[in-house]
């Protein structure tokens, strides 16, 4: 059996997405730009789909949803426009970001510091989330942005966005929140939400990949991403992705529609996964359940590294992911367990497995019978576990 359990990663095309793209490849291919017919073929489906688009979201008609290759685009064009902007105009020099935001946020982050800009990390407490009042204490009249994920591709911990909307709002301080792992699992409007850019990617709800969008609020304009058309209003120039576009309105619409079955189907098997591998002796989940996106668990097994449990799951058929990374004979711990302060013996350990819907009971089943083999096999082999006896501290609480 085959299971794939990476869905944060990314995810299968639904077949009614490609199904609804295949006639922009080779039958309805002209430019958009262009003034013949069969330019004109592709307006009724590019206009339907950014009608999707904005509707799932929940985004009014004066707002701009603009169209993108990907979420990490997006949240570069977000960062360094408001560098170029205001930090390096004089008139604001410092942003806040999460410590454990995306690479494509911290990286940014990173290089905005490094062109002598200010950044505030705003750290996670042990359970990986985000406390919003922290937040009131590190904003300054120089803050120029606040950048903090919706949910945490890592851990699935959905972060108080409504509260750091509020916050932001507060202090007059533009607030951008990376919705990559939010869309199609949490509800997500744009109008409740103190918000003014808003970033996603197709691919993360079934949609194809090489597409997503950034969400501008009216009064919150950016620079230009890129310049030399007038396509997206003139924020991105460049023909546009038609089949890509066509294919991320009908994932936008799937995913809406689908979001009940994802908040009590997937959520309850994501839930017996949970509680049978929780009955492995020294496990660990991070962040509870209740507090977390309905597909998504980020647990650790003490005494096996990510990458040796990735291995085996691999041999098994079985696709799931670690945040750390062997790179020549150094081991990079997770850096959301390093973020939460577990153990050292626990910073090497984590698993996730994110579910989609997609995933079924059979494949839930095979894949909890093949992590306990797993761990059976690579803690016997293992020269440094030993059982941790009742009170041992782990620097992680199991949560059930």
Not at 51 to 71: L, N, Q, R
Not at 339 to 355: P, Q, Y
Request: aromatic content about 8%; charged content about 20%; proline content about 4%.
């Amino acid at each position: 059996m085959r299971v794939y359990l990476d869905n944060n990663a990314t995810t299968i095309v639904d077949p009614h997405v490609f199904e609804e793209m295949e006639p922009y490849f080779v039958q309805k291919y002209g430019n958009p730009n262009s003034l013949h017919s069969f330019a004109s073929e592709t307006h009724p489906a590019l206009k339907t789909a950014m009608e999707k688009i904005y509707a799932g979201i929940h985004a009014p008609k004066e707002d701009s949803v603009v169209i993108t290759s990907c979420a990490t685009e997006s949240n570069n064009w977000v960062l360094k426009s408001i560098y170029f902007e205001q930090i390096l105009t004089g008139k604001k020099n410092h942003i806040v970001v999460s410590e454990v935001e995306h690479p494509s946020v911290i990286a940014t982050a990173k290089w905005i510091e490094s062109m002598g800009a200010k950044v505030t990390y705003l750290p996670i407490n042990h359970e990986g989330l985000i406390e919003a009042e922290k937040l009131r204490e590190v904003i300054t009249d120089k803050t120029a942005l606040v950048s903090i994920m919706w949910a945490n591709n890592e851990t699935g911990a959905i972060f108080p966005v409504y509260e750091i909307g509020e916050i932001c709002a507060e202090f007059g301080v533009p607030f951008h929140t990376d919705a990559v792992q939010a869309i199609g699992k949490v509800p997500v409007d744009v109008q409740a939400l103190n918000v003014d850019y808003l970033t996603f990617s197709a691919h993360k709800f079934h949609g194809p990949k090489g597409v997503g969008a950034l969400y501008i609020k009216k009064g919150r304009e950016l620079t230009p991403c890129f310049h030399g058309g007038s396509q997206m209003g003139g924020y991105r120039s460049g023909t546009l992705n038609v089949p890509g576009i066509v294919g991320m309105g009908k994932a936008m619409e799937a995913a809406v529609d689908a979001l009940d079955f994802e908040m009590t189907e997937v959520r309850e098997l994501r839930d017996m996964l949970e509680d049978a591998l929780l009955e492995i002796p020294d496990t660990f989940v991070v962040t509870p359940r209740n507090k977390r996106t309905p597909n998504t668990i980020l647990i650790s097994f003490r005494g096996i590294e990510g990458e040796s449990m990735l291995w085996d799951l691999n041999r098994a058929g079985i696709a799931a992911s670690t945040g750390s990374a062997c790179a020549s004979e150094d081991l990079e711990a997770n850096s959301v367990m390093e973020a939460i302060g577990a153990a050292e013996d626990l910073a090497h350990t984590a698993v996730r497995f994110s579910l989609s819907r997609y995933t079924t009971e059979e494949e839930i089943e095979y894949t909890i019978e093949v992590v306990k083999k797993a761990v059976e096999r690579l803690r016997g082999i293992s020269s440094s576990y030993a059982y941790a006896p009742e009170g041992h501290e782990s620097g992680l609480d199991a949560h059930h």
